[in-house]
Nanobody, 125 residues
């Protein structure tokens, strides 16, 4: 089992940047594919980005391509989401999640077994 703790959220003006971190407990972090999801008020949780166990494969939802970067440091048990050129529509609670079953990455919520508590990102105009 793994526990996930997100940090780095906050209030930022449109066009600004934030870097989210997700720290995982345990010694098996490198066996989990990781994903970042977000949920805005009144909307369903959606995948933002995902990364394979080694970090060699990544996925981005269309709306964040070219602006967000997912990365991981397996030695530090941490996955990151660098968010640049933020827009108001990026406002949401951001969650990281861990998937032990897929060797690559998954974009499906149901594939992820473990979730963090979420961190709020608010982008003002």
């Amino acid at each position: 089992q793994v526990q996930l703790v997100e940090s780095g959220g906050g209030l930022v003006q449109a066009g600004g940047s934030l870097r989210l971190s997700c720290a995982a407990s345990g010694r098996t972090f490198g066996t989990y594919a990781m994903g970042w999801f977000r949920q805005a008020p009144g909307k369903e949780r959606e995948v933002v980005a995902a990364i394979s166990r080694s970090g060699g494969s990544t996925y981005y939802t269309e709306s964040v391509k070219g602006r967000f970067t997912i990365s991981r440091d397996n030695a530090k048990n941490t996955v990151y989401l660098q968010m640049n050129s933020l827009k108001r529509e990026d406002t949401a609670v951001y969650y990281c999640a861990a998937d032990r079953r897929n060797s690559g990455y998954s974009t499906q919520l149901g594939s992820y077994e473990y979730w963090g508590q979420g961190t709020q990102v608010t982008v003002s105009s």
